[in-house]
């Protein structure tokens, strides 16, 4: 089969973010945008030849054209084998898991995760890596250099491939395996928990559970590993299809935009527990029965109560959060005795720790959980974590959560996103923030004495690489702290994220609404950065 050499011009804006290249699906469907990225992660590996090669996505607008597109330019950069999941869908903790079982060089996924899909909406691509997790900074930085020259891509004409329907063909040399999306994944998951345990919990009815996938990749999932194989009641995964658009709204597992599941966790008869997972499956939201358990606590709860699990029985080698996370985790980390790592928002940055067997465990505040067992955050295995644990310790999720406050304290914890700021006040508010610093330490406001303010810079204990820049930290003296960055994965305009957390002790004082519980600490946060003066927003966009 001929390969084509076709000539292109770079675009200035092919940086990754965060998590991968975001942008609206307009700005993806111009000339060879999608192409020249494809191309630059083709030029930045070492060899493709004869390698096999993982391609699936979250199912969202334009997916299935993408996958068309990268089958062809694989073929035309010598990779031997693809696998694509059915569909064109697979999550990224599964697409995680696929790369590393089938020994892969990478894969790419394609997901704008929580961000809504449909074509005035967003879209994304990012390539990982052999181990399953994220390229690291040094590859997606020569990745966007190349961007920036690229003058040609390779691609081969060929009629689009059927991904619909399991088993092997053929591009040229290039054998392509569309594979179920949920196979190699559900197997791991089996090995993990006790699915036997879980499954008398669901049989016997002393488990109920109601899991909201919002119309997006976890679907499919959910329906095989918690209803087919666990035996949860028929139902209890809602909005199970994938949808291009994922129902018009936004696939976020969180209380503002799971709203359907929230009211039914404060209803009159709530499930035992109630979960749900966003537009890629890496991040789950965790509650119970008129209760809501913080990112940074389900992270805190899952460590204390690893070695309980079939799956960390040995307990753990370590933990890791992300900067802004909750500080819950240091705690139980403190008491086992065990390392706890900070790490820069972005789940590329747990991947070294992880391939060093430094940490078992780790976790960001925006919803996201997962361990060792693949190199992404894990939605559906925090589900699954959950259910087991509930399942062993026959208490519900209020009961658990209670009983961790009462052993180390609760961490109120709160964070507010201010969306769609104008790209020159955010910096503006940076600015102001990074002027700040040196005056801060001492500086008292009211009770609240800080200790410590910095920008926080991260120097990866595996292999010594340097990240700048990593978001504004100030503590303060009654263990409190206030984090400022801003968001690495929006696709228009910029959001400020403004993070707090207050330690409590006293046991008398766990039951606080946490924005009252954190009232202090917002208006300081306001005085610091004055988002709502220099935007005039009255609220923020999202609370968390
Ligand atoms: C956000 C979260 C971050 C997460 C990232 C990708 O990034 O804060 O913790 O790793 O999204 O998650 P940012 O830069 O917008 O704050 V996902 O589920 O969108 O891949
Ligand atoms: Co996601």
């Known amino acids: 089969m001929a390969v084509e050499i076709r000539k292109t011009t770079p675009y200035p804006d092919q940086k990754p973010g965060t998590s991968g290249l975001r942008k609206k699906v307009k700005v993806f469907l111009q000339g060879n945008y999608l192409e020249n990225f494809v191309q630059s992660v083709f030029d930045t590996v070492e060899t493709a030849d004869g390698a096999t090669l993982v391609v699936g996505g979250d199912?969202?607008?334009?997916?299935?054209?993408?996958?068309?597109?990268?089958?062809?330019?694989?073929?035309?950069?010598?990779?031997?084998?693809?696998?694509?999941?059915?569909?064109?869908?697979?999550?990224?903790?599964?697409?995680?898991?696929?790369?590393?079982?089938?020994?892969?060089?990478?894969?790419?996924?394609?997901?704008?995760?929580?961000?809504?899909?449909?074509?005035?909406?967003?879209?994304?691509?990012?390539?990982?890596?052999?181990?399953?997790?994220?390229?690291?900074?040094?590859?997606t930085d020569r990745v966007y250099q190349r961007s920036r020259v690229i003058d040609a891509y390779r691609i081969v004409s060929a009629p689009d491939l059927d991904?619909?329907?399991?088993?092997?063909?053929?591009?040229?040399?290039?054998?392509?395996?569309?594979?179920?999306?949920?196979?190699?994944?559900?197997?791991?998951?089996?090995?993990?928990?006790?699915?036997?345990?879980?499954?008398?919990?669901?049989?016997?009815?002393?488990?109920?559970?109601?899991?909201?996938?919002?119309?997006?990749?976890?679907?499919?999932?959910?329906?095989?590993?918690?209803?087919?194989?666990?035996?949860?009641?028929?139902?209890?995964?809602?909005?199970?299809?994938?949808?291009?658009?994922?129902?018009?709204?936004?696939?976020?597992?969180?209380?503002?935009?799971?709203?359907?599941?929230?009211?039914?966790?404060?209803?009159?008869?709530?499930?035992?527990?109630?979960?749900?997972?966003?537009?890629?499956?890496?991040?789950?939201?965790?509650?119970?029965?008129?209760?809501?358990?913080?990112?940074?606590?389900s992270l805190a709860i899952l460590a204390a109560n690893a070695h309980l699990v079939p799956g960390y029985k040995d307990g753990l080698r370590g933990v890791a959060r992300s900067?802004?996370?909750?500080?819950?985790?240091?705690?139980?980390?403190?008491?086992?005795?065990?390392?706890?790592?900070?790490?820069?928002?972005?789940?590329?940055?747990?991947?070294?720790?992880?391939?060093?067997?430094?940490?078992?465990?780790?976790?960001?505040?925006?919803?996201?959980?997962?361990?060792?067992?693949?190199?992404?955050?894990?939605?559906?295995w925090a589900v699954l974590f959950w259910l087991n644990l509930i399942a062993l310790r026959k208490q519900s999720v209020a009961a658990i959560v209670a009983d961790h406050w009462r052993r180390f304290g609760r961490d109120y914890y709160s964070r507010h996103d201010y969306e769609g700021i104008e790209v020159p006040v955010a910096e503006g508010i940076m600015g102001r923030l990074q002027d700040l610093l040196a005056e801060l330490p001492?500086?008292?406001?009211?009770?609240?004495?800080?200790?410590?303010?910095?920008?926080?810079?991260?120097?990866?204990?595996?292999?010594?690489?340097?990240?700048?820049?990593?978001?504004?930290?100030?503590?303060?003296?009654?263990?409190s702290r206030i984090v400022f960055r801003l968001s690495g994965t929006g696709t228009e305009g910029a959001t400020l994220r403004v993070y707090m957390e207050r330690y409590e002790r006293d046991p008398n004082l766990h039951n606080l609404p946490t924005q009252e519980a954190l009232a202090d600490l917002i208006a300081i946060a306001e005085d610091l950065c004055q988002v709502k003066k220099r935007t005039g927003m009255a609220q923020p966009s999202v609370m968390t």
């Open 59 to 139: 199912g969202r607008y334009f997916n299935r054209q993408a996958i068309q597109i990268i089958l062809r330019m694989a073929a035309a950069n010598g990779v031997g084998r693809v696998l694509v999941g059915r569909g064109g869908l697979l999550s990224t903790p599964a697409a995680s898991c696929v790369i590393r079982k089938h020994r892969a060089l990478g894969g790419f996924v394609l997901s704008a995760s929580h961000n809504p899909g449909g074509p005035e909406e967003d879209f994304g691509i990012k390539f990982n890596v052999a181990n399953g997790g994220p390229a690291p900074e040094s590859f």
């Open 323 to 380: 900067m802004p996370t909750g500080r819950a985790v240091d705690r139980v980390a403190a008491a086992m005795g065990i390392e706890c790592y900070e790490t820069p928002t972005g789940w590329k940055f747990f991947g070294n720790l992880l391939d060093a067997r430094r940490i078992t465990l780790c976790g960001e505040e925006s919803f996201g959980t997962g361990s060792d067992h693949v190199r992404e955050k894990d939605g559906l």
């Open 442 to 479: 001492g500086r008292a406001f009211g009770d609240y004495r800080v200790t410590l303010a910095d920008d926080f810079r991260y120097v990866d204990p595996v292999d010594g690489s340097v990240s700048e820049h990593q978001g504004i930290r100030i503590a303060f003296d009654n263990s």
């Open 163 to 297: 991904i619909d329907t399991p088993g092997r063909s053929r591009i040229g040399d290039m054998e392509i395996e569309v594979i179920d999306p949920v196979a190699d994944y559900a197997e791991l998951m089996e090995h993990l928990f006790d699915f036997g345990l879980i499954r008398s919990g669901f049989r016997s009815g002393a488990l109920t559970l109601r899991f909201d996938a919002m119309h997006a990749v976890t679907g499919p999932y959910a329906k095989r590993i918690l209803e087919e194989t666990l035996s949860a009641a028929p139902g209890s995964v809602v909005n199970a299809v994938p949808l291009e658009d994922f129902g018009g709204g936004h696939p976020d597992p969180n209380l503002v935009h799971a709203r359907e599941l929230a009211a039914v966790m404060y209803s009159g008869r709530p499930p035992t527990l109630g979960a749900a997972s966003d537009g890629d499956g890496d991040r789950n939201m965790i509650m119970g029965a008129n209760c809501f358990v913080t990112p940074s606590d």
